[in-house]
């Protein structure tokens, strides 16, 4: 099972990435990067699919519908705070010009059209840092399960070099809520510098999915089910921008009960938390 797809050179329309559900082999996720020059413009519509369009860096404006947003985005780059992101809903046309070179992610997930285009600003963005030690990173939450949408969830997470994330490792492949939930999910990754690399194990109870993979810069990590911990190597920080989607709208995971005494009981010299 290929897991990981890489960036690739701008097409015609500026898109590096294009993971869609058909492509991917699963019903719910689908998740797109473009590359912009400054004035280059991407015009997009997702029949029944909302979208959360993220300025991962760059200066852009987006018009959904007959509502513009003008001067969206200040990042140099993903790891300089968190993002710009237009929430669009299903069924409306964008446009997204470049005031910039910019780099945008399109999130996409089955949508019926609710609720009005709206920008989700850096600071409506929802910080937090999770895990101690080893395993600290810090969360930057554009659409989590408390935010209005319809399936998407999206976030950010940087790991500092030498760090664990999505660690202890856990899952979320069961529609058995409340006890857990099922959500496809896709990774982003990103290195700083650009140069370095990092590893995610991909691993289900039964080992029929057990994949370790390296990822570099730009390349993307498809978690259709099972554990899905990361780790980045000293001397490089790792981002990524993770989307999620199933039939719930919640982030209910399940840690690997062979590592979960990591949270439970944890060894005094090194406390790694939660997820």
């Known amino acids: 099972m290929n897991l990981k797809v890489r960036s690739q050179e701008p097409d015609a329309h500026g898109v590096v990435l294009d993971i869609t559900p058909e492509n991917a082999g699963w019903r719910y996720v689908g998740f797109r990067v473009i590359q912009l020059e400054a004035s280059a413009a991407y015009e997009g519509f997702e029949a029944r699919r909302e979208a959360c369009v993220v300025i991962l860096s760059g200066t852009v404006d987006i018009a959904v519908g007959g509502v513009q947003f003008d001067n969206l985005g200040n990042r140099a780059n993903v790891f300089a705070g968190p993002p710009t992101s237009v929430y669009v809903p ?39 840092t999770r895990g101690q030690a080893a395993n600290t990173r810090h969360v930057r939450n554009i659409l989590d399960d408390e935010a209005e949408a319809e399936s998407l969830l999206v976030v950010e997470v940087i790991t500092p070099g ?6 202890p490792p856990h899952k979320h492949d069961r529609d058995a809520y409340p006890e857990e ?22 691993y289900t109870d039964d080992r029929s999915i057990d994949e370790a993979v390296a990822v570099e810069d730009g390349d993307v990590v498809k978690v259709p089910r099972g554990y ?21 709208r919640h982030w209910v995971f399940v840690n690997d009960p062979d590592h979960d ?7 005094q010299t090194n406390q790694p938390s939660g997820q």
Request: hydrophobic residues 35%; glycine residues 10%; proline residues 12%.
């Open 90 to 128: 299903a069924g409306l046309s964008y446009r997204i010009r470049a005031q910039s070179a910019a780099e945008i992610a399109i999130c996409t997930a089955p949508g019926s059209g609710k609720g009005p285009p709206r920008v989700i600003a850096p600071g409506d963005v929802r910080l937090e």
């Open 162 to 167: 030498g760090h664990w994330s999505s660690y």
């Open 181 to 202: 939930t099922f959500l496809e999910e896709t990774y982003y990754h990103r290195l700083s510098p650009p140069q370095g690399f990092a590893f995610q194990r991909v």
């Open 228 to 248: 899905h911990p990361v780790g980045a190597p000293y001397g490089y920080d790792l981002y990524y921008l993770n989307v999620m989607a199933g039939p719930r």
């Open 261 to 267: 005494w990591i949270v439970r009981s944890p060894p």
